[in-house]
């Protein structure tokens, strides 16, 4: 094997030696293909709503008793009757106490249908489809149409 004065290599090998070399760059970028238009449309009803009311009604009846008693009674329930005694003090040589009446509440509660109207709102959503040509409108121009790009 015979050397090459010039390289360090033997004469019979080749030596391969890079003159160029090419570089890849990959880059993106946005493309719109088209928008949406969402619009959106508020309706109101009027609906007729049922609801049962509850009335209590209090009669009064007064019961005179006229008797004495030794000390004041207390408030009482019989039945569906809350008893509430009323005393005196009547002057008399001495002092006794007489119970003068009662007057005793009857509670009765009465069921009452009323139908009375309640508006509410409904809103809807309308999409539209534009191509990427279509003109572009600002929504501040009618605020219940918005428009989003990149479909």
């Known amino acids: 094997m015979r050397r090459d ?34 619009s959106l449309t508020t309706d109101t009803f009027t609906e007729d709503m049922r609801e049962t009311l509850l009335t209590r009604h209090a009669d009064v009846e007064r019961v005179p008793i006229g008797r004495e008693v030794s000390s004041v009674p207390e408030s009482r329930q019989e039945g569906d009757v809350l008893v509430i005694p009323v005393v005196e003090e009547i002057l008399v040589v001495e002092k006794r106490l007489f119970l003068k009446e009662e007057i005793r509440v009857r509670m009765t509660e009465t069921h009452e249908n009323v139908d009375f109207p309640v508006e509410r709102r409904v809103q809807r959503a309308t999409v539209e489809h534009l191509p990427a040509d279509a003109p572009r409108r600002d929504p501040a121009e009618d605020p219940t149409k918005g428009e989003t790009g990149g479909a």
């Open 5 to 38: 004065p010039d390289t360090a290599l033997p004469a019979t090998e080749s030596v391969t030696i890079p003159l160029a070399e090419e570089a890849l760059h990959v880059s993106k970028h946005i493309h719109e293909t088209g928008r949406l238009r969402v």
